[in-house]
């Protein structure tokens, strides 16, 4: 038991309870931004004359030697030490004595684990967003090369009307580049360095916190110091992208789980990305779509266990947050693996178009184009419904598309069509004749994608300052 706090007990912590109390098992993740904000924090320290240059310098070195001692394997993290903030402390004061156990001047754990976790999601929203670029890139790549890839749309899981791979596959674009925009959202608001909040009324040594805030990337300090060191909002509101990102996964996946059937054969999955069955030697299993549709539940699991924990905390620290880490950890990793496996997935996949078009060809995707031709010519639409109603209850009679019907039978049922309906009910001409905004008609769609391309160049991060860690790393 390595413990920082043993002067006014009189006792030894009861094993249980030390373990019980104990992060280091889970904390540890985030050893890196615990030394950065130690470094951080020294470096604010001597330019406002606290400690000496020397004492800077010398704590300076012998933390980048932990940290790169921890990178290479050399220092191991033991479970001895109560957390990962005793560690690194504990293994600073072995090496230097005295001017080791200056480090913690001006600083509680509580602005130190605020910072540490702050630093650590902040990066996490960045990966994240990373991920969800790359995976727009594949997705407007399937669009631009399938404009004229007609398929099915459907309402109710049924054939609607026709719709083209580009403009189903843009749906899903809007959706992740509105998760990128969240996340960039959430990084705007994050941003705000919690250091010096002290543990709960900041500290009566003159710290410069803008100092420490910009040393390490952040646009400034947080305004209130119990605020600083018990505001877990940033994290819940990551954890409620995250559950969007995997909510907009879990329902494509779900699409291609139905596409890859043998139902449907719109999709074949690269062996690569596919699996088998012990016994069933013809199988070949989605199960990389099933287990992100799966996985989905743990990631929202993370997002109501910390709502529910901050729900009753007074101000300002208390040990309920360090519930924060576990899930947050799990759920991060958790949908980072997702998009990654998912963009893989899905740059792999074969789209079957001639499966596609045969299946928009039946299931009378085009009647409302049937109704919308006698519109044209004059029929009110409420008695167009019924017209082209008879016609399909004849084709379904007949087993028959509507364009399979001749011009004598379709006088039959309504004398206002002529021979120029077979070209107007083509599956070319339902698609194309769709012109508005956001329709998928294939100009209408071109225009789209040129402003999709253009949000992809626009890059958020490029905008926010990303050169803090090299700056910090050369002082
Ligand atoms: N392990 C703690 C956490 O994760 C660090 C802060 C400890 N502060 C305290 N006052 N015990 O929240």
């Known amino acids: 038991m390595a413990q920082l706090w043993g002067g006014r007990f009189t006792k030894e912590t009861d094993q249980l309870v030390y373990n019980f109390n104990a992060s280091i098992t889970f904390d540890q993740k985030f050893y890196k931004q615990d030394i950065e904000g130690s470094m951080a924090h020294v470096t604010m320290l001597a330019k406002?004359?606290?400690?000496?240059?020397?004492?800077?310098?010398?704590?300076?070195?012998?933390?980048?030697?932990?940290?790169?001692?921890?990178?290479?394997?050399?220092?191991?993290?033991?479970?001895?030490?109560?957390?990962?903030?005793?560690?690194?402390?504990a293994n600073l004061i072995d090496r230097l004595g005295d001017t080791g156990k200056k480090l913690h001047t001006g600083r509680s754990r509580n602005d130190q684990v605020a910072l540490d976790m702050r630093l650590y999601t902040r990066n996490e929203v960045k990966e994240t967003d990373a991920l969800l670029k790359e995976?727009?890139?594949?997705?407007?790549?399937?669009?631009?090369?399938?404009?004229?890839?007609?398929?099915?749309?459907?309402?109710?899981?049924?054939?609607?009307?026709?719709?083209?791979?580009?403009?189903?596959?843009?749906?899903?674009?809007?959706?992740?580049?509105?998760?990128?925009?969240?996340?960039?959202?959430?990084?705007?608001?994050?941003?705000?360095?919690?250091?010096?909040?002290?543990?709960?009324?900041?500290?009566?040594?003159?710290?410069?916190?803008?100092?420490?805030?910009?040393?390490?990337?952040?646009?400034?300090?947080?305004?209130?110091s119990m605020d600083g060191v018990s505001d877990r909002d940033y994290l819940i509101e990551f954890l409620s992208a995250l559950s969007t990102i995997m909510m907009h996964l879990s329902r494509f996946s779900e699409e291609i789980i139905i596409w890859n059937s043998n139902e449907y054969q719109f999709v074949e999955i690269d062996d690569a990305y596919s699996t088998g069955s012990s016994i069933m030697p013809q199988k070949k299993n989605p199960d990389i779509a099933e287990l992100v549709r799966g996985k989905t539940g743990r990631v929202y699991g993370a997002l109501m266990s910390l709502l529910t924990t901050m729900k009753g905390i007074p101000l300002a620290y208390n040990k309920d947050m360090q519930e924060d880490k576990e899930l947050s950890f799990d759920a991060m990793d958790t949908a980072k693996g997702c998009l990654a496996l998912f963009n893989g997935m899905l740059k792999t996949m074969k789209f079957n178009k001639g499966r596609m078009r045969e299946s928009a060809n039946h299931g009378f995707t085009n009647a409302t184009d049937a109704a919308d031709y006698?519109?044209?010519?004059?029929?009110?639409?409420?008695?167009?419904?019924?017209?082209?109603?008879?016609?399909?209850?004849?084709?379904?009679?007949?087993?028959?598309?509507?364009?399979?019907?001749?011009?004598?039978?379709?006088?039959?049922?309504?004398?206002?069509?002529?021979?120029?309906?077979?070209?107007?009910?083509?599956?070319?001409?339902?698609?194309?004749?769709?012109?508005?905004?956001?329709?998928?008609?294939?100009?209408?769609?071109?225009?789209?994608?040129?402003?999709?391309?253009?949000?992809?160049?626009?890059?958020?991060?490029?905008?926010?300052?990303?050169?803090?860690?090299?700056?910090l790393f050369e002082k």
């Open 374 to 471: 006698l519109v044209k010519h004059g029929v009110p639409f409420r008695d167009a419904h019924g017209i082209v109603g008879q016609i399909v209850l004849y084709c379904l009679d007949k087993k028959i598309p509507i364009d399979a019907m001749s011009l004598e039978e379709l006088k039959a049922i309504s004398p206002v069509f002529e021979e120029d309906i077979y070209d107007a009910i083509s599956m070319e001409t339902c698609v194309n004749t769709r012109l508005t905004v956001g329709a998928p008609g294939e100009t209408a769609m071109k225009k789209v994608i040129e402003k999709e391309r253009e949000f992809l160049n626009h890059d958020w991060q490029n905008e926010v300052k990303n050169d803090w860690e090299e700056r």
């Open 135 to 224: 995976l727009l890139e594949t997705l407007l790549t399937i669009m631009e090369e399938n404009l004229t890839t007609i398929m099915p749309g459907f309402t109710h899981l049924q054939k609607a009307q026709p719709i083209t791979l580009a403009h189903h596959m843009g749906a899903y674009f809007e959706m992740f580049k509105r998760d990128r925009l969240r996340l960039k959202d959430i990084y705007e608001r994050m941003n705000y360095c919690p250091l010096g909040s002290g543990a709960l009324a900041g500290t009566t040594y003159p710290l410069d916190r803008e100092y420490s805030a910009e040393l390490l990337g952040f646009y400034g300090p947080t305004l209130n």
């Open 48 to 89: 406002q004359g606290i400690l000496t240059k020397q004492e800077k310098d010398d704590i300076i070195k012998t933390l980048k030697e932990i940290l790169e001692e921890v990178e290479s394997g050399k220092l191991e993290i033991s479970s001895e030490y109560e957390d990962i903030h005793s560690f690194v402390e």
